[in-house]
């Protein structure tokens, strides 16, 4: 176990469960993108491995999206590397792009499968199309198709149907089988089961967890749900408008984390669990002495390239320290030590994190100036 | 294609389409149908009345008119087909190229079209001839020109359309050659367009051909044409009027049928979009539901700024919605989707409604609200609204007395207007999708106002003031700027919020909420959520929340109906049904759900699929999917029976044989005694879960 202390270090393996010895399948090095005048992502750094399922989580508008975009080569990159298996995804144009894309490593799979599956086309035809303009053969073709539907679970009598005539979870499948059909090293699927109902969410989530393993994928769901995101993803990133406030083993993140975003998203999940009502009050009023940055309501998605910490004025625990941008920094304590830390009273400037070196999870990230010290003023 | 086969179950299209083929049999074969040489002149027969061997008479000429008519009609129909064909040509590749021209060519393409379109046929076509010399094609190929814009335009804006489309974008991600996405993916979906647009065309281009002829250009004499015939014999209408009448009509009916066809074939399309671009499970039923989402106010409406808490609870037989043996059909009547639903919410309640989709809580929910769509009906049963929650805490004593009647209305076999009153005073809903409820180009404090102005004689500054108030009212942070502000300048939860106070600005009894926090980000769900359960402690009102996710159903309700293809299986207090299910469904719905469940474990997954609707036996609809059933549960109809020992006072209610005998697993964990207190928040054994996630 090696403890990273350069801030901006790429991140190690991070479960634990694996060396770090793998390079990533994907890694991204200091991404921004802008819109226009419009900076939607500031400096994100982030890997993932082969056979192993990233989550990314944030809200509408944090840049989850736009992120998995740029990967494939639809967003308008500003800064910043992309590789994937070494390659430079980022750098690719033209012709080159063109062979890439047929290649079909990179798969990025469409939040809403009726959107992004033709109407017309059957299932056979959608699901072989990415073969078809790679120019396999027919005959190779139809064997593959038919072991892509096999391996997502989907009764081959459907394909002769077309989108319109399948069900929710059929069509998510469908939209699977055809990102998985040109056997790719990475995919990127956005909002995977939102629009589907519980059992059918699973089925897929199921699904996503076997590929991964049996095709050895690296795969990237984004959510903005975690408690779909929990039982399957073994890391987790937490972007807030444009920036990764915090990431690491996916556990630690969903039961302990370290910066108050990730706490609020967690705490707003519906849940039986009474806890966690006082800690969303809790965590959901700003703090009367933060730095006025920003919109109301999340509404301003302009945050990339502020100055400050994005979160402040949203933030229970913030005060003057905020209006200077935390770094990712690696997570200061082992899991569950927390109530220990002292927390700065309000008003005075906070001092930067401590860096604990020993026994620190390996990985966990969080660029908060108060963490992990906010978490003791969290309702026991 | 579907929009064909659409096309031809309209009886108007089958009449079109058949007088269409009767033309082009007569375009095919008319001269050899004629019964006379249709050059052939009669002088001692000259402009003979209908009669001895002339079946519509002679013209000045003394040539027979059905002949020249019949043989006329293969040139006219042609000539205009040709026109028509050009035009395709022109229009149609162009059109679809367009879209890649870069701003450069688009501007120079669009500029040109708008030239074109700015000159007269007829005008044209002259100018035309002189330029080429007379003829039928020179004439035909001016119009054809002249035509082409019509086609580039539509094709255009389709192409414009479907190069935005996400499979375009997916197509473009495998790394397609746009030559392979207009193959594969956008010339389908132009064909319907330019289908449309040759009718139209067609229609224009007869005419137009007929106004050449009738002015000499194109067809010389003595060739007959439609509108040659139109034009030698019109000086003769008093004297024979049976040949200028016949072309005429035959004009006309052409005409009449290619713009039929066109229309129809443009509304099949229009079905045949909307089909493919409602999600499952919520077809249609969005126009109708802007009246729904827009409720006009009552006089008597409280302000709810000054609304004093805890306000009335009426007693609480008197129920705010009673729903009783409600059947709802789809497909037009032939499918039973919903059997045999009874529930009832009382006023202050929270009353939940959980299943899968295509589980029937949708459907209940849109026939309370009056919002089926085509197609679907209730066909038995009766919903009652409650009698209106009497105005005992209005914080505006001298408000006027409520308008419409208050007593218990029955919703079933409403007209549309009634309708219309039901939804603004009595009944507000809210729906997944805030933002295609509301005007884009109005402020959101008009469309919240001007009701309020309409029904109460509000005075503009009046009606700024309840509005801004309901804003305040329901949560938003700075109302007087939302008012002002129009939906695109609003987020998600804040248009969700908007549309929450458009729906209680008439203080209705009853609020429905179908998928309201769907879409929205988790902590903004989390706040709606909050402010739902508060209007419905301030204002007692009664909730109706649909949401396929059980966790927000337990987190905001008193009690839970649990669907299952169609049918009500479970219904019971919140806390006891996700302690103790008593249907095998419940159980594993409580399974796959995920209830704030954080730890890692492979996600639970419900086997097999629910019946389609109108195919399920008659016993137990769950029984081919569960893991308790037995023989006795697929014989017989299985009654929604109450079940004992919750005290049998008939509200917690179960559709299973094996009820009292299968111990089932709850949210808790399997054995867990009831939870005490009843209420979700004193869970009892928290054991299955791992620690607290925050």
Avoid at chain 1, 120 to 128: I, M, N
Avoid at chain 2, 194 to 213: G, R
Avoid at chain 2, 483 to 505: C, F, K, N, T, W
């Amino acid at each position: 176990m090696s403890t990273t202390t350069a801030p901006a270090a790429p991140l190690a393996r991070t479960d634990g469960s694996e060396p770090a010895a793998r390079p990533a399948t994907l890694r991204i090095e200091g991404l921004s993108v802008a819109f226009g005048r419009t900076p939607v992502l500031g400096g994100v750094d982030l890997e993932a491995h082969s056979g192993e399922i990233l989550g990314l989580i944030g809200e509408t508008g944090s840049g989850k999206t736009t992120l998995a975009r740029a990967v494939a080569g639809l967003a308008p990159v500003t800064a910043g590397r992309i590789t994937v298996d070494g390659t430079d995804h980022g750098a690719l144009r033209g012709r080159a792009l063109r062979a890439a894309r047929r290649a079909g490593t990179v798969q990025y799979m469409f939040q809403d499968p009726l959107r992004s599956l033709d109407p017309d086309l059957t299932v056979a035809r959608l699901v072989g199309e990415p073969l078809a303009v790679a120019g396999v053969p027919r005959a190779e073709r139809e064997e593959r198709v038919r072991e892509a539907l096999d391996r997502v679970g989907l009764d081959p009598a459907l394909t002769t149907r077309t989108p319109a005539r399948l069900s929710g979870g059929q069509r998510q499948r469908v939209a699977l089988a055809r990102a998985v059909v040109g056997r790719p090293r990475l995919l990127l699927a956005d909002e995977p089961v939102s629009a589907l109902d519980a059992s059918n969410r699973n089925h897929v989530l199921r699904l996503l967890d076997r590929l991964r393993r049996e095709l050895d994928l690296a795969v990237v769901v984004i959510s903005h749900d975690l408690d779909s995101l929990s039982g399957i993803a073994d890391r987790i990133a937490v972007l807030y408008r444009g920036r990764i406030v915090e990431q690491g083993p996916a556990r630690t993140v969903l039961e302990h984390p370290l910066h108050p975003y990730s706490a609020l998203l967690g705490a707003a999940a519906p849940s039986l669990d009474p806890a966690r009502r006082a800690a969303l009050e809790l965590l959901r009023t700003p703090a009367p002495g933060a730095p006025s940055i920003g919109g109301q309501d999340g509404s301003d998605p302009g945050g990339a390239d502020r100055s400050a910490c994005a979160f402040a004025h949203r933030c229970p625990f913030a005060d003057q320290a905020c209006a200077v941008r935390p770094d990712p920094l690696p997570a200061t304590t082992p899991a569950g030590a927390t109530a220990c830390a002292a927390s700065p009273p309000p008003g005075t400037p906070a001092p930067l994190p401590v860096v604990l070196p020993v026994g620190a999870p390996t990985g966990h990230t969080v660029a908060c100036h108060h963490s992990p010290g906010w978490r003791a003023r969290l309702p026991r | 294609m579907n929009a064909l086969r659409t096309t031809l179950r309209v009886p108007l299209a089958r009449v079109a389409l058949a007088a269409l083929g009767v033309v082009l049999l007569l375009a095919l074969f008319g001269d050899r149908l004629a019964p006379m040489d249709p050059l052939a002149q009669d002088p001692s027969a000259i402009l003979h009345n209908p009669g001895g061997g002339h079946l519509l008479g002679t013209d000045y000429l003394g040539r027979d008119v059905l002949s020249r008519l019949l043989a006329g009609t293969g040139l006219s129909v042609l000539a205009a087909a040709e026109a028509v064909a050009v035009a395709a040509l022109l229009g149609v590749v162009p059109g679809l190229l367009s879209v890649r021209f870069g701003s450069t060519g688009s501007w120079l393409a669009l500029r040109s079209v708008d030239a074109l379109m700015t000159l007269p046929f007829t005008l044209f076509a002259i100018a035309a001839v002189g330029l080429l010399g007379n003829g039928l094609h020179q004439a035909m190929i001016a119009l054809g020109v002249l035509l082409s814009p019509l086609f580039f335009r539509v094709v255009r804006a389709a192409a414009l359309g479907l190069d935005r489309a996400q499979y375009v974008e997916a197509a473009e991600l495998m790394g397609a050659s746009r030559a392979w996405i207009l193959r594969v993916h956008t010339w389908r979906k132009v064909l319907p367009t330019v289908a449309v647009t040759t009718a139209h065309a067609l229609a224009t281009s007869l005419l137009t051909v007929s106004s050449l002829t009738f002015l000499g250009i194109g067809v010389q004499p003595p060739a007959p044409t439609w509108g040659g015939m139109l034009a030698s014999d019109l000086g003769f209408l008093a004297q024979q009027p049976w040949a200028p009448a016949v072309p005429t009509f035959l004009i006309m009916v052409t005409i009449g049928a290619l713009n039929l066809l066109a229309d129809v074939l443009a509304d099949a399309d229009r079905t045949d979009t909307a089909a493919l671009g409602a999600p499952a499970g919520e077809p249609a039923g969005k126009t109708s539901g802007k009246k729904g989402a827009l409720p006009t106010t009552t006089a008597g409406a409280r302000t709810a700024g000054t609304e004093p808490s805890g306000g009335p609870h009426p007693p609480a037989d008197d129920a705010a919605l009673r729903v009783e043996g409600l059947h709802v059909t789809v497909g037009g009547g032939r499918t039973e989707a919903v059997r045999d639903v009874s529930f009832t919410v009382r006023p202050g309640e929270a009353l939940g409604l959980v299943g899968e989709s295509g589980s029937g809580k949708t459907l209940t929910c849109r026939s309370v609200l009056g919002l089926l769509a085509p197609g679907v009906a209730v066909s038995a049963g009766r919903i009652t609204l409650g009698a209106a929650a009497p105005d005992a805490a209005s914080g505006s004593p001298g408000a006027a007395e409520p308008a419409g009647p208050t007593g218990p209305a029955e919703l079933t076999g409403l007209t549309d207007r009634a309708w219309q009153q039901v939804r603004g005073d009595r009944l507000g809903a809210v729906f997944q999708d805030p933002g295609s409820y509301l005007n884009p180009s109005l402020t959101v404090g008009r469309q919240l106002g001007e009701p309020l102005r309409l029904r109460l004689g509000l005075s503009r500054d009046e009606a700024r003031r309840r509005a801004v108030e309901l804003f305040e009212a329901v949560g938003l942070r700075d109302p007087q700027t939302v008012h002002d502000s129009y939906p695109h300048e609003l987020s998600g939860g804040m248009l969700q919020r908007v549309l929450i106070a458009v729906a209680v600005s008439g203080d209705p009894g009853l609020l429905v909420a179908d998928e309201a926090t769907t879409a929205l980000d988790t902590v903004v769900q989390a706040e709606v959520l909050d402010l739902l359960d508060g209007l419905r402690k301030r204002r007692g009102l009664a909730l109706l929340l649909v949401s396929h996710d059980l966790a927000v159903v337990a987190d905001v309700c008193d009690r839970i109906l649990v669907f299952y293809a169609g049918e009500i299986v479970e219904e019971g207090p919140t806390a006891e049904v996700i302690a103790r299910p008593a249907h095998p469904y419940t159980e594993a719905l409580l399974q796959v759900a995920s209830l704030g469940r954080r730890h890692r474990r492979e996600p639970a997954v419900i086997p097999g699929r629910p019946p389609e609707p109108g195919t399920a036996g008659p016993g137990c609809r769950f029984a081919d999917r569960c893991a308790y059933a037995t023989p006795d549960c697929t014989g017989s109809g299985i009654s929604l029976t109450p079940v004992g020992g919750s005290g049998g006072d008939g509200t917690r209610r179960v559709r299973c044989v094996r009820a009292e005998d299968l111990a089932l697993t709850g949210a808790w964990g399997a054995g867990t005694p009831e939870a005490p207190g009843t209420t979700v928040t004193t869970p009892t054994a928290p054991h299955h879960r791992t620690e607290a996630p925050v």
